[in-house]
Every structure is written in structure tokens, then in C-alpha cells.
């Protein structure tokens, strides 16, 4: 499972990238906004100063929610730097762009995935990826990781070659849960990959060892 950082903001995408297991970064309007990012040139600029940090996948989220407004939008995306990938909502006019960008060789991001229907649709469309947003299903009291489960058993079973990127990931067992159900990619805040650095046992074991490592120093 590859991993992907959910967020706009460049020292944690660097902090990341340094881990060396990173493989992509997902933004939204929401994230950019989260960092002080407005207005188009400025926004252009922050997904062009990404792709200068990581040279991996970079999704970059159209605003319009006409299929000729998002063409557009999206053309200008793509032309920023080879990694780009334009993200696009489900919604009708958002299958009409996802097919067009597949013909016309542009990778997409089919967003605000919550159904398994809505998912044969971004695969049928030629999405390159489509991402269930997990952590919002789960607080709606339904099973996020079921989801993602649903959506692999469909697409092994009828062949469909749009990667599953489980979003909106909230904790590190989320990681654990999405590699198990078979997410090919999880974009997560930072704080959710370092967190599976962490097992009390391991700090135990290591500052035993580190002690006893004094008694023959
Ligand atoms: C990623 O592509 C999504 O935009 C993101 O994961 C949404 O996460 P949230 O539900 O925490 O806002």
C-alpha cells in the first residue's frame, strides 16, 4: 500500500518526504485554505512549489462544478508539472470531466467517494484513482473499512484498474484497517503515519537495551 500525505502544508509534506516512505500528497480547497493559500495565482504557485518538494503524485482539486469549467481548470492543473493529478468531485458533470481528462491522457482523483455505486462510476469514467472518505462515513456511525473492502472485492472481481485511495483518515489504525481491507494507496495527516511508530514495548525494550549498552561502554 502506498502511502500518500493529506495535506497543503509544506513542512510536513518535507517532514515526510525525509521519512523516505512517501509516495504521494492529496490537497483539497480546504487544506489550501487551512494554510493561508488564496487566490488563483498564489494557488497555482503552492501546488507548483509541492511538486518541487516531491517528485510523486500531487493531487490538485478543481473548483467549478461544470464539466467545461472543470476541463478548463483541470488543463491548467496538468500543465504545472508532470505530477499532477486532477482532483475531481462525484458528481454527473464530474464523470463527464474524469472521462474526458482519461482520453485526453490527464491521471484524476475521483473525491468525495461514500458508496460503492459511486465508485464503479469513477472506475467506469477511467478515474486513475477514487477515494472513499473513511473517517467522514465513520461519523456518520457507518463502517468506513467495510467500504473500502466493498470497493476491492468489486473492482478485482470485474477487473477495473482504478487504484482505491482510502481519505479522510483520522488515526494510525485506520492505516492498519485500509492495507487489510486492500486500499492500494492511504493519504493521512501526518500525525497518523508517525503514529504507527509507536508501541510502549518498544520504548521499554529500548532504553533497557540502551542501559545495559552502559555497562560495557
Ligand atoms: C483527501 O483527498 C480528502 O480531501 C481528505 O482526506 C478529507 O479528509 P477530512 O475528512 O479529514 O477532511
Not at 191 to 203: A, E, F, N, Q, R
Amino acid at each position: 500500500m502506498k502511502f500518500f500525505i493529506d495535506t497543503a502544508n509544506l513542512a510536513q509534506i518535507k517532514e515526510a518526504n525525509d521519512l523516505g516512505i512517501l509516495d504521494g500528497v492529496t490537497t483539497n480547497p480546504s487544506l489550501m485554505a487551512k494554510e493561508g493559500i488564496q487566490g488563483t495565482e498564489a494557488i497555482l504557485k503552492h501546488y507548483k512549489d509541492i511538486c518541487d518538494i516531491v517528485k510523486m503524485p500531487v493531487s490538485a482539486e478543481v473548483i467549478s462544478t461544470d464539466f467545461e469549467g472543470m476541463v478548463e481548470e483541470g488543463k491548467k492543473l496538468a500543465a504545472l508539472d508532470p505530477n499532477i493529478v486532477v482532483k475531481v468531485p462525484m458528481i454527473k458533470d464530474g464523470i463527464k470531466a474524469i472521462k474526458w481528462f482519461t482520453d485526453n491522457g490527464i491521471k484524476t482523483n475521483c473525491t468525495l467517494v461514500f458508496s460503492a455505486g459511486q465508485a464503479i462510476l469513477a472506475a467506469k469514467a477511467g478515474a486513475t484513482y477514487v477515494s472513499p472518505f473513511i473517517g467522514r462515513i465513520d461519523d456518520g456511525n457507518w463502517d468506513g473499512i467495510e467500504l473500502i473492502e466493498q470497493i476491492s472485492h468489486i473492482y478485482n472481481t470485474q477487473g477495473f484498474k482504478t487504484l482505491i485511495l482510502a481519505a479522510s483518515i483520522r488515526t494510525s489504525l485506520h492505516i492498519v484497517k485500509c492495507a487489510e481491507a486492500g486500499a492500494d494507496v492511504c493519504t493521512c495527516p501526518l500525525s497518523s503515519i508517525l503514529g504507527l511508530l509507536k508501541h510502549p514495548l518498544t520504548d521499554i525494550g529500548l532504553a533497557q537495551f540502551l542501559e545495559d549498552a552502559k555497562k560495557f561502554a
